[in-house]
């Protein structure tokens, strides 16, 4: 179960900023003996691999603190963020981690299953990011990005560094944001409402 729960995490993380995950695994393996990807992960702390991530990772960060160039990054996103939670999801959840001395198979039974889940859950919280960058542009006038593009990567960083230290901690970063979803979802839909019928408009 707790393999589930990190890669859920590292998945999630992905959803936010395509590339923190896979740099902070990338980086872990490299750094600290605690922590050892499976081997057909273990690519990711290779030299080339830790600079091209690191490199995408700082552009993307940049990127979408830019009002307009954000959007277009969510697009070019789309396809990125998903297929890296299904990496960091197979990677996260196979590997020895702080807080695993023996990573059980939880998938042992499919290796694509969680590739899958990591695609789903990174694709759900992409799409809830990018919906929520729009309608919060379009309320800013685009000056909100920059706030909010901080808050997500720093909730990328805290997911993705939880689940390979912290397991338990990323179970409440994970309800969280659910919570903060659910919340901005909601406010989002009372938003489109309040334009849809303006208080004191005409009534048929």
């Known amino acids: 179960m707790i393999e589930f729960i990190i890669g859920s995490s590292l998945a999630a993380s992905a959803g936010l900023n395509a590339w923190m995950p896979l740099f902070l695994l990338g980086l872990s393996d ?19 691999a830790l600079w091209v991530i690191g490199a995408l990772l700082v552009l993307e960060i940049v990127a979408d603190k830019i009002p307009a160039l954000d959007s277009i990054n969510d697009i070019v996103q789309s396809i990125l963020r998903p ?23 939880f998938f042992s039974e499919s290796t694509w299953a969680p590739i899958v889940a990591g695609i789903a859950i990174a694709l759900i919280v992409h799409i809830v990011k990018a919906t929520g960058r729009v309608a919060a542009n379009a309320a800013t006038a685009g000056l909100a990005a920059p ?5 997500e990567d720093g909730a990328s960083f805290a997911l993705a560094a939880a689940a ?5 901690l990323a179970v409440v970063l994970l309800v969280g944001l659910v919570i903060a979803a659910v919340v ?13 019928h303006p208080a004191g408009g005409e009534r048929g």
């Open 30 to 48: 490299r750094l600290f003996s605690a922590v050892d990807l499976p081997a057909g992960w273990s690519w990711l702390s290779s030299d080339i």
């Open 83 to 105: 297929a890296s939670g299904g990496i960091a999801f197979g990677a996260g959840a196979g590997a020895q981690t702080v807080a695993v001395d023996d990573p059980s198979a």
């Open 147 to 151: 706030v909010l593009s901080t808050v």
């Open 164 to 168: 390979i230290v912290v397991p338990a």
């Open 184 to 196: 901005s979802i909601r406010r989002a839909r009372r938003r489109r409402r309040a334009v849809d």
